[in-house]
Structures are given as C-alpha cells and as structure tokens.
C-alpha cells in the first residue's frame, strides 16, 4: 500500500510532485531496492524528470538523500536500541557489511 497522495490544486505541479516523492520515499526507503524508478514508474512519468524536480527542491540527488535519510535511522537505532548492528542495518534497508561498519564510524 502506498501513502495518500498530496493534492495537487494545492501547490503548484512540481511542488506537488516533489511532495508525493517524499512521501513515497519516507514510507518505502527501508526497501534495499528502492530507487526514484519506483515513484515515476507508479506516476507514469519519465525519470529524468522526476530526478529532475527532486534536485530542484531538494538541493540534493536522489541516491545522496535516500544515503542521509537511511543513516540517520540508522544513527536514531543505534542510540534508542540495544540492538546489533547487523540488525539495524537491515532493518533500514542495507545489510552490506563494509555499510554496517561505516554507520558505526560515523
């Protein structure tokens, strides 16, 4: 199931695609094969043009935000959880070991 999509009389239509984006991502991105693929496929928009939009707005690539927003889960585990490494790594969406150790260092 995917999240409720935003309305789009509400902003403009880069704005309101650029929202669901979010939304998509914020609910999918412990997938370990999400990609911004996902979202413009499920649009029926071309993917260059949703990468587009999301730098736009975002003022970062695609792949260096879902980086961030997946280590700072990671981090937020880390601190409030007893549990491993390895489990919250796959919880958050990369159980590459190399991953997991630099999580720890950060």
């Not at 999918?28 to 649009?43: E, K, Q, T």
């Not at 707005?57 to 490494?85: G, M, N, V």
Request: charged residues 25%.
């Amino acid at each position: 199931m995917w999240p409720k999509q935003i309305d789009t009389n509400a902003v403009n239509s880069q704005e309101a695609l650029y929202l669901n984006m979010l939304s998509e991502i914020n609910y999918a991105y412990r997938n370990p094969v999400f990609s911004l693929r996902i979202p413009a496929d499920r649009m029926n928009l071309n993917y260059s043009y949703v990468s587009h939009v999301f730098a736009k707005y975002c003022k970062s690539s695609f792949p260096q935000y879902l980086r961030s927003l997946r280590i700072e889960t990671a981090k937020k585990y880390l601190e409030y959880t007893d549990d491993s490494i390895s489990i919250i790594a796959s919880t958050w969406g990369d159980a590459r070991p190399w991953r997991r150790r630099y999580i720890a260092k950060s």
